[in-house]
């Protein structure tokens, strides 16, 4: 049953502006009925309209906040994609430290069959191929592989101490725990010495972090540094084991150097 009032009343019960409800009225939203040339509003109809106005509004809110979640889902995947497709990138500049990791590792195994299956499988021989050699399943070579590396990660001292053998080895002539903090007059000319002071560079640690900010090719323009200078800093870090020269004859830090220096 209707409940008359006018649009006056209305407008001061609901504080809603009288224009608004004659707008609302003529569009027919709302129940209408004219009394003694008076126009007046069915109540019940227009909490109705109100109702059905606020639960639109929360569900225009509700969409708009799930857009916003999924938008935030999208770029955090966009991101983790970002991510993973940067680490296939790189895979194959780390390939050969990676080589050289394995093989460091596998010179912990002392059980030949062992070694041969972790550093094969490790390196990417088809497991198949890997369990055929050794006469054993699938399963068997797949479950002695992660037994492995179960081993050597509960001796990890073994690491340790082969790490220090092999830092030993290479550098255990310069007397000292940090191999790149010896002064550069010990594997270099005292010429070469004057033109890298002149940047206050004294120590192997001082050149490495210059090089790898400005890159080696900027040592070849510093004042006074001709090129027999320039070859014989290059051989004197590559004989001292501080660098490596690749196949494209591009420099880069020994694996031991560059894991000392993480």
Not at 98 to 127: A, H, N, Q, W
Not at 135 to 159: A, C, H, S, W
Not at 188 to 207: F, G, P, W
Request: charged share 25%; net charge neutral.
């Amino acid at each position: 049953m209707a409940n008359w009032h006018s649009i006056l009343q209305m407008s001061q019960k609901y504080g809603i502006p009288e224009s608004t409800l004659r707008g609302w009225k003529c569009l027919g939203y709302i129940t209408s009925s004219t009394v003694d040339n008076v126009v007046m509003l069915d109540e019940e109809d227009l909490i109705r309209f109100l109702d059905i106005k606020r639960t639109k509004g929360m569900k225009s809110d509700s969409l708009e906040k799930m857009i916003k979640e999924k938008e935030q889902e999208r770029d955090i995947l966009l991101s983790q994609l970002d991510d993973n497709l940067y680490l296939l990138k790189t895979q194959k500049l780390f390939e050969p430290l990676y080589k050289i990791i394995i093989r460091e590792l596998g010179g912990l195994i002392t059980d030949g069959s062992d070694r041969d299956i972790f550093v094969s499988i490790s390196l990417g021989e088809p497991i198949v191929q890997v369990a055929e050699r050794h006469k054993m399943t699938y399963d068997q070579v797949t479950t002695r592989y992660g037994q492995i590396f179960e081993e050597l990660g509960k001796n990890p001292e073994r690491i340790s101490t082969y790490r220090k053998q092999v830092m030993t080895l290479l550098f255990g002539k310069y007397d000292t725990d940090y191999p790149t903090k010896i002064d550069l007059s010990q594997i270099v000319s005292e010429r070469a010495c004057r033109i890298l002071h002149k940047l206050d560079i004294k120590t192997v640690h001082q050149l490495l972090q210059y090089t790898s900010q400005h890159g080696w090719p900027a040592l070849k323009r510093l004042e006074g540094m001709g090129i027999s200078t320039y070859k014989e800093i290059i051989n004197a870090l590559f004989n001292a084991n501080f660098i490596i020269i690749r196949k494209d004859q591009s420099i880069a830090l020994s694996p031991e150097i560059a894991a000392y220096l993480l």
